[in-house]
């Protein structure tokens, strides 16, 4: 069964024109992160979310949004899309790491095209 | 912050050999350590991973080493084949900390 699902699985958008990237988690769990990865590169964190904290990376462009409004949906914002934003996004979860550190469970990735 | 480096960038075997990637990481105060698997075009999956209170993890073919001392961490594939072939990443998590810091990645090539 699925637990973490992005849609859409592909997406092409052009210059400049926003995009929105879905995520949903059947697991419940607290956590829920945004990795853009780029070919041959390792996932690349954008923000991540606490509950309902909002955490964003220091070198996250502004161009890059999230919303989360309930615990099984996360949102990826990108307001205008350059050239430079092709890239597989990853959304992944994982359980209340005050607890302990948890395993990440991610989804399939929505891969972004931008022309 | 945590920062960890991996090595080899590729690895390539002959089927039945062994495969070894090792990371170092820099943060004394990490204490969480996965492994991922990424096929091409596929999500990154867990393959194994180890807390810092452990030494050694094995499962089947696959093991993961740490030395908290040296601050380094390694994978061990035995016994390999074609289907292990893929992108492997390895990880830390920082101390008191939900985010994980990733190698930069190791493209294992099994040859048949």
């Known amino acids: 069964d699925a637990m973490v699902i992005q849609n859409p699985r592909y997406q092409v958008t052009q210059f400049g024109k926003p995009v929105t990237l879905s995520c949903s988690q059947t697991?419940?769990?607290?956590?829920m992160y945004w990795y853009q990865q780029k070919s041959s590169q390792a996932p690349k964190l954008l923000f991540h979310y606490y509950d309902k904290d909002f955490n964003n990376e220091a070198d996250t462009p502004d161009n890059f949004q999230s919303r989360r409004p309930n615990t099984s949906f996360c949102f990826l914002d990108i307001r205008s899309p350059g050239l430079g934003d092709a890239a597989m996004y990853l959304c992944?979860?994982?359980?209340?790491?005050?607890?302990?550190?948890?395993?990440?469970?991610f989804g399939p990735g929505t891969r972004l095209t931008v022309t | 912050g945590e920062n960890v480096e991996q090595h080899p960038s590729t690895l390539s075997v002959q089927e039945g050999d062994s495969a070894v990637i090792k990371c170092t990481y820099s943060?004394?105060?990490?204490?969480?350590f996965p492994w991922y698997k990424q096929e091409l075009g596929k999500r990154p999956q867990l393959i194994i991973d180890i807390r810092s209170n452990v030494g050694e993890k094995k499962d089947q073919r696959i093991a993961v080493t740490l030395n908290k001392t040296a601050k380094h961490f390694s994978l061990h594939i035995t016994e390999t084949q074609p289907e292990d072939s893929a992108v492997y990443f390895c990880a830390a998590a920082q101390g008191g900390s939900e985010k994980l810091v990733f190698g930069k990645g190791t493209k294992l090539t099994v040859n048949p």
């Open positions: 943060d004394s105060a990490s204490n969480y």
């Open positions: 992944a979860t994982s359980r209340d790491w005050r607890t302990g550190v948890d395993e990440q469970y």
């Open positions: 697991l419940n769990h607290n956590v």
